[in-house]
């Protein structure tokens, strides 16, 4: 799969983060195709990508927790 590029995106952090130095936290941008995810703490690390079908897919999967 080919990641757009997410260098000019606009990243978003949960609102039930916590923004201190110890913070564990992903963060999302919305692309036009897909939406990606990164490490809060290493916004020049590596960039996962999920179609927008994943994406909700994972959500609702959260949503029922499914992960618990």
Do not use: Q, Y
Not at 15 to 32: T, Y
């Amino acid at each position: 799969m080919h990641l757009p590029d997410s260098s000019r995106a606009t990243w978003r952090k949960s609102s039930h983060s916590d923004d201190g130095e110890e913070a564990e936290c992903v963060e999302i941008a919305e692309l036009p195709d897909r939406v990606a995810m990164r490490d809060s703490k290493d916004p020049a690390g590596p960039v996962l990508a999920f179609t927008n079908a994943e994406w909700s897919a994972f959500l609702t999967g959260v949503r029922v927790a499914d992960f618990d």
